[in-house]
């Protein structure tokens, strides 16, 4: 596989495993290629097993979350929401109305303790409401304020630029592709952190897989 060809070859160097790192030796052999003549679109990347081709893939998923998050880090300070965790929850809110905070925890795929921390940032700014809920006296269901649709408003044009340095160089038809099949993969990851998100990676492979 390719992974376990980079991982020798950094042990070699002395180097430390990393995605970056990964990426790198597959962008170096990928250049091999390109002198060959092949382009780095589809049929190139079909001359790869699918076992190095999942790899890549999940480095490179990997990858697009650290740029997105460096582009927001910079950003997202100067607007009255500052971060993209913020962002997610009220543009949830603003949609919903009105959720459990365990629900709106796990719609963002948190864990119970980083989404009541996310709530927490979000109160006190005053961008949502808490109340018990009515018909669970356990619960607390949080809402959006008028300050928090505020917010989302003041902070679009700087999300709707993240979004559009996230993926401006694709196509149209690209990005149709794109969105189509992040859906699909949502849908699956959704299914699993809803169902048996304490299983470990084993187990879900053995299940799902």
Same mark, same amino acid.
């Given at each position: ?16 495993? %990393?995605?970056?790192? @990964? ?19 589809? %049929? ?10 999942? =790899? ?8 697009? /979350? ?48 980083? /989404? ?14 808490? =109340? ?15 300050? /928090?649709? /505020?917010?989302?408003?003041?902070? %679009? =044009?700087?999300?709707?630029?993240? %979004? ?28 699993? @952190? ?7 990676t084993q187990e879900l492979v053995a299940k799902y897989l």
């Amino acid at each position: 596989m390719q992974y376990e060809a980079y991982q020798a070859e950094i042990k070699t160097d002395m180097q430390e495993d %990393s995605l970056a790192g @990964f990426l790198l030796f597959m962008n170096k052999r990928l250049g091999k290629l390109g002198d060959n003549g092949l382009d780095f679109g589809r %049929s190139s990347w079909s001359n790869f097993n699918r076992q190095t081709l999942i =790899e890549i893939a999940g480095a490179y998923v990997g990858m697009m /979350g650290r740029y997105i998050d460096h582009y927001a880090k910079k950003s997202m300070p100067k607007t009255p929401i500052t971060s993209l965790e913020e962002f997610t929850y009220l543009i949830v809110l603003l949609q919903e109305k009105s959720m459990t905070k365990t629900e709106l925890i796990h719609r963002n795929a948190h864990q119970i303790t980083t /989404g009541t921390e996310i709530i927490k940032r979000l109160f006190t700014k005053g961008y949502v409401d808490q =109340e018990q809920d009515p018909n669970d006296k356990r619960s607390i269901r949080v809402s959006l304020t008028d300050a /928090g649709k /505020g917010a989302l408003y003041a902070s %679009s =044009e700087m999300t709707k630029s993240l %979004s559009t340095l996230a993926t401006g160089i694709l196509s149209d038809d690209e990005l149709l592709f794109l969105v189509s099949t992040l859906r699909k993969l949502d849908d699956f990851h959704k299914k699993i @952190f809803q169902e048996s998100r304490q299983l470990d990676t084993q187990e879900l492979v053995a299940k799902y897989l």
